[in-house]
């Protein structure tokens, strides 16, 4: 069974930077893809970014491009990580990475849905990982 765990949230000021990690493993199909999510204090979950195993696509919202962008270890394919950049206070929140896997249909499918701001059922969550952005 597909398992996801992320980590490297902490306290950053505004403006600074952090980086998440998730690692995904026990997963036996072709491709997968990862999303990030966050929840805000208060706010319901909401989809922040994702990125595709077959070629590395990566998209992330409207509200965080520029400053979000997820991408892949070049080196090892199973570890993703979710660079925010200028990071507000508004970003403050539970930040979860989550896989879902399967073959390539399925990983066009799941992309759509992340471009849409639709991906939400996925295979596994992380437990989420605190990010406070605060002065």
């Known amino acids: 069974q597909v398992q996801v765990a992320e980590s490297g949230g902490g306290l950053v000021q505004p403006g600074g930077s952090l980086t998440l990690s998730c690692t995904i493993s026990?997963?036996?199909?072709?491709?997968?893809?990862i999303g990030w999510f966050r929840q805000a204090p208060g706010k319901e979950r909401e989809g922040v970014s994702c990125?595709?195993?077959?070629?590395?696509?990566?998209?992330s919202r409207n509200s965080v491009q520029g400053r979000f962008t997820a991408s892949r270890n070049n080196t090892d394919e199973n570890t993703v990580y979710l660079q925010m950049n200028n990071l507000k206070p508004e970003d403050t929140g539970v930040y979860y990475c989550?896989?879902?896997?399967?073959?390539?249909?399925?990983?066009?499918?799941?992309?759509?849905?992340?471009?849409?701001?639709?991906?939400?059922?996925?295979?596994?969550w992380g437990k989420g990982t605190l990010v406070t952005v605060s002065s």
């Open positions: 990125i595709r195993s077959s070629d590395g696509f990566a998209y």
């Open positions: 026990e997963f036996s199909s072709d491709y997968y893809v």
């Open positions: 989550a896989a879902a896997t399967g073959n390539g249909p399925r990983e066009a499918h799941l992309t759509r849905l992340c471009v849409l701001g639709q991906l939400h059922d996925m295979d596994a």
